[in-house]
């Protein structure tokens, strides 16, 4: 088992910056590839970055990329997701997601999900 805890939301101005955490806990981080998704209100669940499991590889939306930054840090069991310039458009609960080693995009790929942490962008 693999236990997730988001952090780092909140409401924010369009062309703001955010920083997400996710915390780990349970089994080695260190196996684990990480992805961030979001859901905004009467939508589906979307992939928004991924990291494998020691970094070697990255994955962006591509609504996201040249925004967004993951980056993950196995000595403190978490990953991040530097969020810049950001759009009402990127109004969404963000989930972070574990599945071993390499990335993926689906939800059905990952095994493991957080609660999700809100993130508002204001005009």
């Known amino acids: 088992q693999v236990q997730l805890v988001e952090s780092g939301g909140g409401l924010v101005q369009a062309g703001g910056s955010l920083r997400l955490s996710c915390a780990a806990s349970?089994?080695?981080?260190?196996?684990?590839?990480v992805g961030w998704f979001r859901q905004a209100p009467d939508k589906e669940r979307e992939f928004v970055a991924a990291?494998?499991?020691?970094?070697?590889?990255?994955d962006y939306a591509d609504s996201v990329k040249g925004r967004f930054t993951i980056s993950r840090d196995n000595a403190k069991n978490t990953v991040y997701l530097q969020m810049n310039s950001l759009k009402r458009d990127d109004t969404a609960v963000y989930y972070c997601?574990?599945?071993?080693?390499?990335?993926?995009?689906?939800?059905?790929?990952?095994?493991?999900w957080g609660q999700g942490t809100q993130v508002t962008v204001s005009s």
């Open positions: 349970g089994r080695t981080f260190s196996n684990y590839a």
């Open positions: 997601a574990a599945r071993p080693w390499g990335v993926a995009r689906m939800t059905a790929n990952y095994a493991y």
């Open positions: 990291i494998s499991s020691v970094a070697q590889n990255t």
